[in-house]
């Protein structure tokens, strides 16, 4: 993924989950902690929500 895929991701996964911190989103983006199943959702959401 590019940087400003990586930024316009983590500013679209923020409009969704505000109260998470950024590193929560990171953390998804990058696959780690909870896998990359969660990564593919919120992806999904994220299209879906335009």
């Not at 990171?26 to 959401?45: A, R, S």
């Amino acid at each position: 993924m590019e940087e400003s895929e990586k930024r316009n991701f983590s500013e679209e996964c923020l409009k969704i989950y505000p109260q998470k911190p950024v590193s929560f989103v990171t953390d998804l983006l990058i696959g780690e902690k909870n896998g990359k199943k969660i990564g593919m959702m919120l992806n999904t959401v994220v299209k879906n929500a335009d």
